[in-house]
């Protein structure tokens, strides 16, 4: 198993552009989930997705969109970038079983530069 | 609603000693707790995770961590630091009925010196 994956590994964006940050899980997971990590602020739920075509917003959404056409896939869109969202993006995924002592496995990150 | 503290930001110890991390929290129901570990430029690995089936629980790498009620404390800790351990640490707390109520820790960093 890859686990969870996620591209580009960097990327560096004028303010303004939009673009997608990929994460694709193999692991047949129900739950996915994005987080960006600021220093001094441990990580931020912006988007989750309890299964494929159902989203939902977690602490911090705005300026950013997700879609779940299938379980492997949850893409993260920046509609209009903002230097405020220079951060360090995770991708996460878990189980969804009976109680809630299911871990999330997570991806490598996506360091997101905003100029 | 739910939170957890770091009690640390900075944490440094010599290697061979033991390693104390901790992590209070605050929840009205019972809750789930994680340990994650995450080295430089690397993402979030699970040292450890309560799941009530006993207040001391063992994770990888020696890392163990008791859940304390009566404190609503969930330290992690390690008899004895290796160099590889320096990293920073997460505790995780996690709503018991639903998945958004997930809350991090703000981290605390570990050194380790020779």
């Given at each position: 198993n890859?686990?969870?994956?996620?591209?580009?590994?960097?990327?560096?964006l004028?303010?303004?552009?939009s673009?997608?940050?990929q994460?694709?899980?193999?692991?047949?997971?129900?739950?996915m989930?994005?987080?960006?990590?600021?220093?001094?602020m441990?990580?931020r739920?912006i988007?989750?997705?309890v299964?494929?075509?159902?989203t939902?917003?977690?602490e911090?959404?705005?300026?950013?969109?997700v879609?779940?056409?299938?379980?492997?896939?949850f893409p993260?869109?920046l509609?209009?970038?903002?230097?405020?969202?220079?951060?360090?993006y995770?991708?996460?995924?878990?189980r969804?079983?009976?109680?809630?002592?299911?871990e999330?496995?997570?991806?490598?990150?996506?360091r997101?530069?905003?100029l | 609603?739910?939170?957890v503290t770091?009690?640390?930001?900075?944490v440094?110890?010599?290697e061979?000693t033991?390693?104390?991390?901790?992590?209070?929290?605050?929840s009205?129901?019972?809750?789930s707790?994680?340990w994650?570990?995450?080295h430089?430029?690397?993402?979030?690995?699970?040292?450890?995770?309560?799941?009530?089936a006993a207040?001391?629980?063992?994770g990888?790498?020696?890392?163990?961590?008791?859940?304390?009620?009566?404190?609503t404390?969930?330290?992690?800790?390690?008899?004895?630091?290796?160099?590889?351990d320096?990293?920073?640490y997460?505790?995780?707390?996690?709503?018991?009925?639903?998945?958004?109520?997930?809350?991090?820790?703000?981290?605390t960093?570990?050194?380790?010196?020779p």
């Amino acid at each position: 198993n890859a686990g969870v994956t996620q591209t580009p590994k960097f990327q560096v964006l004028k303010t303004g552009q939009s673009m997608t940050l990929q994460c694709a899980q193999d692991m047949n997971h129900e739950y996915m989930s994005w987080y960006r990590q600021d220093p001094g602020m441990g990580l931020r739920l912006i988007h989750y997705s309890v299964g494929a075509g159902i989203t939902d917003q977690g602490e911090v959404p705005n300026g950013y969109n997700v879609s779940r056409s299938t379980t492997e896939d949850f893409p993260l869109r920046l509609l209009s970038a903002a230097p405020s969202q220079t951060s360090v993006y995770f991708c996460a995924s878990s189980r969804r079983l009976a109680g809630d002592y299911n871990e999330q496995f997570f991806g490598p990150g996506t360091r997101l530069t905003v100029l | 609603a739910q939170s957890v503290t770091q009690l640390d930001s900075h944490v440094s110890v010599s290697e061979g000693t033991p390693v104390l991390l901790r992590c209070n929290y605050s929840s009205s129901y019972s809750p789930s707790l994680f340990w994650y570990v995450q080295h430089p430029n690397k993402g979030l690995q699970l040292l450890l995770k309560y799941t009530s089936a006993a207040t001391l629980v063992k994770g990888i790498n020696g890392f163990e961590a008791e859940f304390k009620k009566s404190e609503t404390s969930f330290h992690l800790t390690k008899p004895s630091a290796h160099m590889s351990d320096a990293a920073e640490y997460f505790c995780v707390v996690r709503y018991s009925g639903g998945y958004q109520k997930v809350t991090f820790g703000t981290g605390t960093k570990l050194q380790v010196i020779p």
